[in-house]
């Protein structure tokens, strides 16, 4: 087939003619890939139907080098990450470290990952020109943190009846990350924005791998610094700063005196003494958050150090349920 | 271990810099000591490379570059009267370097700071310098510290902590 509606109107015969794009077998001139175009990787063809798109703080920002696409004979939706070098700075509270996007780096991890139904699921493929793009199933659900967001219930009621099961499940997600680190990998970028809850399943899956930074003594650092700040999160159903503590919707202790000690070791507004505002945090779960914080003198080296500290807290949660 | 076989275990920084030269200004016109100047080698990631071509000479850029400062701290310690055959340079290439990947000795890249131990060790390097850039708690929580590793590693040597 030679052209973009010759296959389109083979597999999707309602497809308007006049939308039909290019059929392009080199994606490198990623920004002129739009909707109605073929991508024909190999003889498997993908109708792009629109840029990716990252909100956050209500903004939508495209992101032209990731296409939104259906798998022309299945009609299954993809997505399609094409190759995009960047490098960025990225804020880390006061510190700031560079960034890269390596398209290497995801399309190992994907075969790393095969069946691991922790994290999203793909593989890659060179395109003609040697472009090495990665196609992924879509996560069908809900970020994890808008999920959490939205239960409407109040946070001692959230944290006797809810998070123990959010936990059990966060524990397992960590448990994918150490998997990565076991195997010389690491996600290089755990935020909110990269753990997704899994429509049907409940499972919770992670997302995005491509981003690395230079080589460091302690490698997984931040993939940790990461699930601290999630943890963080998930107990406190929110993160609670110095600008949501003050105000009247506030469902914890608001009239204690905080230090700088209470707080993340990067983010200086954002609380990590958990239990000065809910004082029904156990103190192991709190001891945990503390290692997060600005007064921490130790450092977790590695996931599986978190992990044996936060596991028992379940079950000290649980019992806290049936005393409280 | 022989307090007097020093090793000073460098990157091109200039705190590696400051280590050399302490060393050299403190031992400087002494006999009896021998030095070596060691460099483990951290290759730029391959991750960040479209292709092998440009990791290659990213690699031998930072190679050259590396070389450099060796030599400079060579000629640092030997300018300040320490004999030109009582300093050894030394370049551990990683396993997986992209300019030296037949090297027989390597690093697996792990952990610098447990290489430059191996080598103290089986060196018998009494002594061991080593440059510290003053990280916060914080970057050394995230990033780790080749030089607070070694300090908490270290056995049966003494360690100059050079700021």
């Not at chain 2, 307090?3 to 009896?32: M, Q, W």
């Amino acid at each position: 087939m030679t052209n973009a509606y010759e296959i389109i109107s083979r597999f999707d015969p309602d497809f308007p003619r006049k939308r039909a794009g290019q059929l392009l077998t080199d994606t490198t001139e990623f920004m002129n890939i739009t909707y109605g175009d073929v991508i024909d990787l190999d003889g498997r063809y993908f109708l792009v139907l629109r840029d990716e798109k990252e909100r956050s703080f209500g903004v939508e920002d495209p992101k032209y080098w990731v296409k939104r696409c259906r798998e022309l004979p299945t009609g299954e939706r993809k997505i399609l990450k094409l190759v995009f070098y960047e490098r960025f700075p990225v804020s880390m509270g006061s510190m700031e470290i560079e960034c890269f996007r390596s398209p290497r780096k995801e399309a190992r991890i994907l075969d790393l990952v095969r069946g691991d139904m922790r994290f999203m699921q793909g593989y890659s493929h060179d395109d003609a020109a040697g472009n090495n793009v990665r196609v992924l199933d879509v996560v069908k659900g809900e970020l994890l943190s808008l999920h959490v967001d939205r239960l409407e219930v109040d946070h001692r009621t959230y944290f006797f009846e809810l998070l123990p099961d959010i936990l059990d499940k966060f524990v397992e997600a960590c448990r994918a990350i150490e998997f990565l680190h076991k195997h010389g990998e690491n996600h290089g970028d755990i935020r909110r924005d990269h753990l997704w809850l899994e429509q049907g399943t409940g499972n919770y899956v992670w997302i995005d791998f491509d981003y690395t930074y230079e080589f460091q003594e302690n490698p997984s650092g931040l993939d940790i610094f990461g699930l601290g700040n999630l943890l963080l999160f998930l107990v406190g159903k929110k993160f609670c700063t110095t600008f949501n503590i003050p105000r009247p919707d506030f469902d914890g202790k608001a009239d204690v005196s905080f230090e700088a000690a209470d707080f993340s070791m990067l983010f200086k507004n954002r609380l990590a003494n958990l239990r000065k505002v809910y004082p029904y945090v156990p103190h192991a779960l709190n001891n945990v958050l503390m290692h997060f914080s600005s007064a921490s003198e130790v450092f977790y080296f590695n996931v599986g150090e978190m992990l044996e500290d936060l596991a028992p807290c379940l079950d000290e949660i649980r019992r806290g349920r049936i005393n409280s | 271990m022989d307090p007097k076989k020093i090793l000073i275990a460098v990157d091109a920084s200039d705190n590696a810099a400051r280590a050399v030269t302490y060393v050299a200004e403190l031992l400087g016109g002494s006999t009896g000591f021998l030095i070596t100047v060691l460099y483990i080698e951290r290759p730029p990631n391959r991750d960040l490379y479209p292709d092998e071509a440009s990791w290659v000479e990213a690699g031998q850029a930072q190679e050259l570059r590396i070389r450099t400062f060796l030599q400079q701290a060579k000629s640092n310690l030997t300018g300040q009267g320490i004999a030109p055959d009582a300093v050894t340079i030394s370049y551990v290439p990683h396993c997986q370097s992209p300019v030296n990947p037949a090297a027989q000795q390597c690093s697996i890249g792990t952990s610098i700071a447990r290489d430059i131990l191996q080598v103290q060790q089986q060196g018998d390097f009494g002594t061991l310098v080593i440059g510290r850039r003053g990280v916060s708690r914080a970057e050394e929580f995230l990033f780790g510290s080749v030089t607070t590793k070694v300090t908490h590693l270290a056995k049966d040597c003494t360690v100059w902590v050079v700021q």
